[in-house]
């Protein structure tokens, strides 16, 4: 465990370096998010990053796990998931098969034996538990605010006490105390036990030059040009009144899109032909018609 | 667990700084818990920040649990932090570079009268740049002392000027204020010796001691019974210096004479019950968790119509003594404001409306709101200080006696 840490803290000595690390990945994080990721690690403390859809809450979990260079175990939340999907199940089919072998070996069958680790089939948080390092994993728990209430009930001790508890096994505690990131586009309010266990940052739309160079530094293959025009067309797509605001993931997808049909600038023409890439409803096509293809392009 | 980085600061001063800074979140209306105190505690410890952008984020990631809470979290920290300037610098180094990342200006909606005592009210912290957490401490004690000791002097202060400190004593100055429920007429008729009415029955009794003569005539009268008062208190960013006394005034309310108790900013929420159960923090909890738009604008008509809808004309408000607080900036249609009470001025005993601001010399009631009620009030009060406090339930005393006029 210490040696872990002692890892940890090399690493990662302060918030400034943390930031240029990332950003060597290729992910750009303003200070604040910055100072979120490192609490997280260094205190440790899971994370409960918050933001609209694609303004790289998941990309953030990544980043992060390719800094420390350690694996990101990520479990998707989704409606009905229960602890089968997200902790542990035990494999059936292997305890039948176990049990036709015993008899067919006339061996007597402990039943403790048929509930040992052989027959546990690991899901994702049950993996970060029993990762055995040389550094802690980063978990990333994606769109909680999808998954019941219920639910969130059952990452309490996870997220306050690093351990995991099968009835027939016992209490599995973290080797290495998991990084746990979780996000939410908050469908919905969480409970207030589960945000009492985290830090809090809410990942706001980044400026346009932060967009920009975010752009840019995931596109490389595209010109400059073309990408600080489409920056700043996102930017002017989100004044207008859009049910879904296309954010920093939309951006990219138009960058990539408008490469591979060859747009060297963007203008009213080359808007309408890639516009689907930003905008996923007919009412905010309507809408960007409406406001003029032209003003969108900004020629 | 000390890094490298940080500077020797004495961590109970660091302690000290996290818990007042919490509290003054806590008091803006931030359910800030301890255990997030500690964990900012560590993290400024652990990040050793060197600027208050730094520190601005530290404290943001580690005290806050929703984006609803972050433009009151900005202002908080403006307010605590602006007066350091640097605060780690500061315990090293010549005082540098002042690099607050929030312009004051763009940022706080409130007016300059509220910046202004917010200046006054920590005259520390804006004096001397190297004065240590310590002898804060101290004089800050001091003045809680004097506060303590003139508590006269606090009793007909506005509680907009008052610093932390002096509110906290207030506060018990409020619990303390004497409750006398109203009284309205009951039904029934009681025996009672100086009744108007004749009690027959007694009357007769009496007579077989006297050979059947009624010598001795007994008399009834009305019964008195409780009067119902129910509060309403306005929550919003503009009525904050004084939302957390009326919360302590709605407490002793609701517990002792069984009142109502709504806040509402944009919209209306029940208290009773918080109140009955908990202490007035809790409340404040829950209404901060139950109003995001805490310290946003106000909509008087929406939540009064609320209010009449879904309690008033049920009977919370019939025949009863309803006390309004608010300052009467309404961000709707003032037209509703007047709508809602013509409706309850006409379910209600009395109206008595309560605008803290209205204490200042030069008030008019012009804000579209306030115009659009007065017509339907029936007393008007200002409530600003514990004194006018005192006035305010002398008036609902007298309220309940009184007949409709």
Known sequence: ?299 | MPSPASPPTPQADLAALAAAFGERLHAAGVPVTPERMIRFAEAVLLAGPRTIPEAYWIGRVTLLTGHFQIPVYDRVFDEYFRGYVDLVEDTRTSPSQPASPLDAGERAPRDTGAQQSGASRSPITSATPGLDARGDADTEEMSLLAAASTSERLATRDFSECSPEELALLRQLVERLPLIPPRRRGRRLRRNARGDRLDVRATLRRAYRTGGDPVHRAHRRHSERPRRVVLIADVSGSMEPYARVYLHLMRGAVRSLGSEAFVFATRLTRLTRHLAAGGPDYAYAKVAESTPDWAGGTRIGAALTRFLDEHGRRGVARGAIVVIVSDGWEIGDPGEVGEAMRRLGRLAHHVIWVNPRSAAAEFQPLAGGMAAALPHVDTFLSGHSVRALEELLAAIREAGERRRG
């Open chain 1, 1 to 299: 465990m210490t040696e872990s840490n002692d890892a940890l803290e090399d690493r990662l000595p302060d918030v400034d370096s943390l930031a240029r690390d990332l950003e060597q990945t290729g992910y750009l994080a303003d200070p604040g998010l910055a100072t979120a990721l490192f609490c997280a690690v260094r205190l440790p403390q899971p994370l409960l990053l918050e933001g609209e859809a694609g303004v790289g809450k998941t990309q953030a979990a990544k980043a992060l796990a390719g800094i420390l260079d350690t694996p990101l175990i990520r479990l998707q939340c989704f409606e009905g998931i229960d602890a089968a999907e997200a902790l542990y199940e035990w494999n059936y089919a292997r305890q039948l098969l176990g049990i036709r072998l015993a008899e067919a070996r006339g061996d007597g069958l402990e039943e403790s034996s048929l509930f040992s680790r052989d027959y546990l089939v690991e899901r994702p948080l049950l993996q970060a538990v029993e990762h055995r390092g040389p550094r802690p994993v980063v978990l990333l728990i994606d769109e909680v605010d999808r998954a019941d209430e219920e639910f969130e009930a059952f990452l309490f001790e996870l997220l306050a006490e690093s351990a995991v508890t099968i009835p027939e096994i016992g209490t599995l505690r973290a080797h290495h105390r998991p990084i746990v990131i979780l996000t939410s586009n908050r469908t919905r309010d969480l409970h207030d036990a589960l945000k009492r266990r985290c830090l809090y940052h809410w990942i706001d739309y980044p400026t346009l030059e932060h967009a920009t160079a975010i752009v840019r530094r995931r596109v490389p293959e595209a010109n400059d040009r073309l990408v600080s025009q489409i920056a700043s067309a996102v930017s002017r797509l989100r004044t207008i009144d859009l049910q879904k605001p296309p954010g920093i993931a939309e951006a990219i997808d138009w960058v990539h899109a408008a490469v591979l049909l060859g747009i060297q600038e963007l203008d009213a023409e080359a808007v309408q032909r890639t516009l689907g890439s930003v905008l996923k409803y007919r009412e905010d096509h309507d809408v960007a018609v409406e406001a003029g293809l032209a003003w969108v392009s900004g020629a």
